[in-house]
Structures are given as structure tokens and as C-alpha cells.
């Protein structure tokens, strides 16, 4: 089956680090992968995808690369603000055995960022 | 303004009683599917809909129950809730293949 390993939390980072959190997935077909964010409260929103091997998919400084020799899709931002304190999931689409669009996720990952 | 819209957005019960936790969406999406989440777990499918008349199971489905008689409409029933279905519900739609949109979540405690 399909299954979506993330790297647990929380990360504690100041004001511009550079930030890595790492996922790996294991998939039976052609996954596109994605990385949701979830602010305090709220649901949660897609913050970048990729849907084929060395894809990058990058939005509001963040980046993802889809490599498909490791099977991971590791999020980095260079410069973090205390504006992206949130939980981070990663999760994975299996096109070839997905019936209700349905994702699979993994754990999250809670970033907190200092002033 | 694109949503998906689940109310309540917060609950609190007792074994046994029966609740419904609904689900609208104004994008006129064919898919639509119900999350449980949980510390660690990340989200796990509990149900989903292709289109009306149509749901099937997901993941998690024991303990639930859930309709599609209304394609804008897909409400998740807990018939006899108990403690373990203590945790944050969202509720998702979208075209086929296309991004999911979440709603703001529901969070019920079962006494």
C-alpha cells in the first residue's frame, strides 16, 4: 500500500534559518506528491505539488523536488518568518490505483518560528 | 468566495448519541470526502463521494456513516458515537484529479 513518512516535529527555528523537512513515500503507481500547510485553526491548504519525477513545485519562498531514485520530496524554505509557524503535511495522490481523489498523508510536522 | 463550509465547528457528546457533522461546498466539485485527524496519524479517509448516489469507504470508515443525495451537500453521521471518535474532522472536495479544498475542521469530543 501507499504511505507517506514525515519527519516529526516540532522543529523550532529562528527568524531567517533555513528550513528541511524531510518526507519519503512508498507508492504501487505514479504518485504526485504535495505538501499541504495548515495554519492555527483552520483547514488546510495546499502549499505546493508535483505530479512526475524531478518536478519542483515552489510557492511563497518554499520549494519541493520530486525525486523519484529516493522516493522523497523534502520542503525547504531559505529564509523562514515567524508568519510560517503552522504544521506541515506531506502527502501523495496514487493516480493508477485511486478511486475518490483520496490522499494519503503523512504524520505532519509542527514548525515554530521565533522572532 | 470558493468554500467548503462544515458545521459544527466544535462539539461536545456523550456515548450513544447519535450526531451529524455537515458538509456544503460551492464549487460545484464531484469528489467529496471526509478526514479524521489525529495526533501523529496525519489524516486518514474516512469516506468519499464520486458523484450523487455515489460513496464508497475509506481508510477509516467503522463507526460512520455518510450520504450524497445533493452534489453540493455531504454530510458524515455518527449513529452511536464512542471516545475513539474523539478527534478533528475535515471535510474535502474537488474535481477529478484536481486540489483538494478543506474545510476549517470540525473538532468533537465524545464523552
Known amino acids: 500500500g501507499n504511505s507517506v513518512t514525515q519527519m516529526e516535529g516540532p522543529v523550532t527555528l529562528s527568524e531567517e534559518a533555513f528550513l528541511t523537512i524531510n518526507c519519503t513515500y512508498t507508492?504501487?503507481?505514479?504518485?504526485?506528491l504535495f505538501w499541504y500547510v495548515q495554519y492555527p485553526g483552520e483547514g488546510l491548504q495546499l502549499l505546493l505539488k508535483?505530479?512526475?519525477?524531478?518536478d519542483k513545485g515552489s510557492n511563497k519562498g518554499f520549494e519541493a523536488t520530486y525525486r523519484k531514485e529516493t522516493t522523497s520530496f523534502h520542503l525547504e524554505k531559505g529564509s523562514v518568518q515567524v508568519s510560517d509557524s503552522a504544521v506541515y503535511f506531506c502527502?501523495?495522490?496514487?493516480?493508477?490505483?485511486?478511486?475518490?481523489?483520496?490522499?494519503?498523508f503523512g504524520g505532519g510536522t509542527r514548525l515554530m518560528v521565533k522572532p | 468566495e470558493a468554500q467548503v463550509t462544515q458545521n459544527p465547528r466544535y462539539l461536545i457528546t456523550v456515548t450513544g448519541k447519535k450526531l451529524t457533522v455537515t458538509c456544503s461546498q460551492n464549487?460545484?466539485?464531484?469528489?467529496m470526502s471526509w478526514y479524521r485527524q489525529d495526533p501523529g496519524l496525519g489524516l486518514r479517509q474516512i469516506y468519499y463521494?464520486?458523484?450523487?448516489?455515489?460513496?464508497d469507504k475509506g481508510d477509516v470508515p467503522e463507526g460512520y456513516k455518510v450520504s450524497r443525495k445533493e452534489k453540493r451537500n455531504f454530510p458524515l453521521i455518527l449513529e452511536s458515537p464512542s471516545p475513539n471518535q474523539t478527534s478533528l474532522y475535515f471535510c474535502?472536495?474537488?474535481?477529478?484529479?484536481?486540489?483538494?479544498?478543506f474545510g476549517e475542521g470540525s473538532r468533537l469530543t465524545v464523552l
Open positions: 474535502a472536495s474537488s474535481q477529478e484529479g484536481g486540489e483538494l479544498f
Open positions: 507508492a504501487t503507481g505514479y504518485p504526485s
Open positions: 508535483a505530479t512526475k519525477a524531478d
Open positions: 502527502a501523495l495522490s496514487d493516480r493508477s490505483s485511486n478511486a475518490g481523489n483520496m490522499l494519503t
Open positions: 464549487m460545484n466539485h464531484e469528489y
Open positions: 463521494s464520486m458523484n450523487v448516489e455515489v460513496t
